[in-house]
């Protein structure tokens, strides 16, 4: 398992942005195959990017294409979460996560169980 700390929530208004982290001091997150969740109150947890370890090819769930972006630092064994153009319905508390070695389209339907390393989320809330 890979300690993950998540960072970078906060409060925001519609049409703003925010930059999530995920950290994994210690570890080479070029090997590692990493996904953003995120739990919205009452409403269950929910895959939203998926970043696979080579780096040439990422998932993303249709409520966010082309406005969330992910990237890495390796050299700061970080990820991070480039959410533009936020909506009140994307307030929730944010995870990162790392699968058990899988391939990238695998993740897509992976059970949460799946998944051997979690954060414990950031809050990102935003007012409209």
């Known amino acids: 398992q890979v300690p993950l700390v998540e960072s970078g929530g906060g409060s925001v208004q519609a049409g703003g942005s925010l930059r999530l982290s995920c950290t994994a001091s210690?570890?080479?997150?070029?090997?590692?195959?990493l996904a953003w969740f995120r739990q919205a109150p009452d409403k269950e947890r929910e895959l939203i990017v998926a970043?696979?370890?080579?780096?040439?090819?990422?998932l993303y769930a249709d409520a966010v294409k082309g406005r969330f972006t992910i990237s890495r630092d390796n050299d700061k064994s970080t990820m991070y979460l480039q959410m533009n153009r936020l909506k009140p319905d994307d307030t929730a508390r944010y995870y990162c996560?790392?699968?058990?070695?899988?391939?990238?389209?695998?993740?897509?339907?992976?059970?949460?169980?799946?998944?051997?390393?979690w954060g414990k989320g950031t809050q990102v809330i935003v007012s409209s």
């Open positions: 996560a790392a699968p058990r070695p899988m391939h990238l389209k695998t993740v897509a339907s992976a059970k949460e169980s799946d998944f051997v390393s």
């Open positions: 210690g570890y080479a997150i070029n090997y590692y195959t």
């Open positions: 970043d696979s370890w080579s780096g040439d090819s990422t």
